[in-house]
């Protein structure tokens, strides 16, 4: 409002001067004869003469004017692209899914898996707002019905990656804030629903969406990741062209009084994500948690080793993850994941070792531009060492298998069908393959 405003004086000095100039110059154009021929020439040329030194002073006095106009109107320019008003958006994603389930029985049961298909939903609503045009302020409000499939499986191994049950009550889902600290690094918080693996870049991004990647929680991402969630605090730094480094920390309760941001359970992560060239991409993982070793994904014995009987378990986490993409269409993925815990409350201090791995891949622009398909095959986490007892260690090993389509039918509309298969459910040869299928679809706007 204020540079239009000067803006507005200044054209108008400028056309004053403009007609000034107008008016003088037919004057200075009048030729001078060289002799006067009587007094009352002289005087015609002597006027004339006086208003040509007149210009001459007027000039010079334009020039310092004449710059002041010139760098105002590189201000305007300047503060037009500049410009930024705090404004709201308003995003939306909303699933609907029909899911089946089949097998013999349930996991480590005598009981059968009563088979049916499900229709369920999920419905999120974020309001995305920026102060300066280089943050991110965003609040989501979230309403769901989508079943954990475990409670009808007898493993977590068969959970959806976008499940989730309150009764499709709306509810606070997340408070996200992100903001630039430079060029090269930026701050992100957490107030609420943050996650490990949401503090640092994902190397194979076509799997790790709930919304528009792999249906199973399994696929998504490397199952260490999953150690806490609640609020927390995290920030990203590219070292390089090629390296960045990613810091994070989630607390569970840091909204209790009694307990406290660093209390017990919470989770930190590091990761250095390396991209050698426009074709590869690498990640290195570190995790250190404390009373978070579920993940979601394993066996009943990777969330509870030392059978109920610790509540202070320390993990350490390593995990390493690689995408190479062989050509436009084809990309190749792999990751490994290992936990150590151990039980520092019971005697001797046992301690667990648990393994997990997969191989991933994805077909771009299958069928239609934005579409792809993805397959993962690989081992749930497994406890493979367990000092506290034999009994407590996984004997056997079940394989995930997994084959989706995501079908981007208009920028806002995705169909996902897929199914995965989980064999020896729980590390059990003694459990009957179960198979999960879905038909995932997907509104944003």
């Keep these: 409002?204020?540079?239009?405003?000067?803006?507005?004086?200044?054209?108008?000095?400028?056309?004053?001067?403009?007609?000034?100039?107008?008016?003088?110059?037919?004057?200075?154009?009048?030729?001078?004869?060289?002799?006067?021929?009587?007094?009352?020439?002289?005087?015609?040329?002597?006027?004339?003469?006086?208003?040509?030194?007149?210009?001459?002073?007027?000039?010079?006095?334009?020039?310092?004017?004449?710059?002041?106009?010139?760098?105002?109107?590189?201000?305007?320019?300047?503060?037009?692209?500049?410009?930024?008003?705090?404004?709201?958006?308003?995003?939306?994603?909303?699933?609907?899914?029909?899911?089946?389930?089949?097998?013999?029985?349930?996991?480590?049961?005598?009981?059968?898996?009563?088979?049916?298909?499900?229709?369920?939903?999920?419905?999120?609503?974020?309001?995305?707002?920026?102060?300066?045009?280089?943050?991110?302020?965003?609040?989501?409000?979230?309403?769901?019905?989508?079943?954990?499939?475990?409670?009808?499986?007898?493993?977590?191994?068969?959970?959806?990656?976008?499940?989730?049950?309150?009764?499709?009550?709306?509810?606070?889902?997340?408070?996200?804030?992100?903001?630039?600290?430079?060029?090269?690094?930026?701050?992100?918080?957490?107030?609420?629903?943050?996650?490990?693996?949401?503090?640092?870049?994902?190397?194979?991004?076509?799997?790790?969406?709930?919304?528009?990647?792999?249906?199973?929680?399994?696929?998504?991402?490397?199952?260490?990741?999953?150690?806490?969630?609640?609020?927390?605090?995290?920030?990203?730094?590219?070292?390089?062209?090629?390296?960045?480094?990613s810091l994070g920390y989630i607390s569970s309760n840091a909204a209790n009084s009694e307990k406290g941001i660093f209390a017990s359970p919470y989770g930190a992560i590091a990761q250095l994500t390396l991209e050698p060239t426009k074709t590869t991409e690498l990640s290195f993982t570190y995790i250190h948690s404390h009373n978070n070793l579920k993940t979601g994904t394993g066996s009943e014995l990777t969330s509870d080793p030392f059978n109920d009987q610790a509540d202070a378990i320390v993990a350490n986490s390593f995990g390493a993850e690689a995408a190479w993409q062989l050509s436009p269409v084809i990309t190749l993925g792999g990751r490994v994941g290992f936990i150590h815990a151990k039980a520092e409350d019971l005697p001797a201090n046992p301690n667990v070792s648990i393994f997990t791995w997969a191989v991933l891949l994805a077909l771009r622009d299958i069928g239609r531009k934005g579409s792809f398909a993805g397959f993962t095959v690989g081992q749930p986490p497994k406890v493979t060492h367990n000092s506290f007892g034999d009994d407590f260690k996984d004997q056997d090993t079940s394989l995930h298998l997994e084959a989706f389509y995501h079908l981007q039918v208009t920028d806002n509309l995705a169909i996902t069908p897929g199914l995965f298969v989980i064999t020896s459910p729980e590390h059990n040869d003694s459990n009957g393959s179960i198979y999960v299928g879905t038909v995932r679809t997907t509104f944003t706007y």
């Design 1 to 245: 409002m204020l540079a239009s405003t000067y803006w507005r004086k200044f054209r108008l000095i400028s056309l004053i001067i403009s007609c000034n100039l107008s008016s003088i110059t037919p004057t200075i154009a009048t030729s001078i004869p060289d002799k006067p021929n009587n007094f009352s020439e002289y005087n015609t040329d002597n006027h004339a003469l006086s208003k040509i030194t007149s210009v001459s002073e007027l000039s010079a006095e334009l020039k310092p004017l004449e710059k002041q106009v010139t760098s105002l109107e590189t201000n305007i320019a300047a503060l037009e692209t500049q410009q930024f008003s705090p404004h709201v958006e308003l995003e939306a994603e909303v699933i609907f899914a029909v899911t089946g389930f089949a097998g013999e029985k349930r996991a480590n049961s005598s009981k059968p898996i009563n088979e049916n298909l499900v229709l369920s939903d999920r419905v999120r609503l974020s309001f995305v707002s920026s102060f300066t045009g280089k943050d991110k302020l965003e609040v989501r409000l979230q309403a769901r019905n989508t079943p954990a499939l475990e409670d009808v499986t007898g493993t977590q191994m068969t959970n959806l990656g976008f499940d989730g049950d309150d009764d499709n009550e709306v509810e606070v889902d997340e408070l996200e804030y992100r903001f630039p600290l430079g060029k090269e690094t930026r701050m992100t918080l957490y107030g609420l629903g943050g996650g490990l693996g949401d503090f640092v870049p994902s190397v194979n991004p076509l799997f790790s969406g709930s919304g528009d990647g792999s249906i199973s929680t399994f696929g998504r991402e490397n199952p260490i990741r999953r150690q806490g969630s609640g609020a927390g605090i995290g920030i990203s730094h590219n070292l390089n062209k090629v390296l960045n480094l």
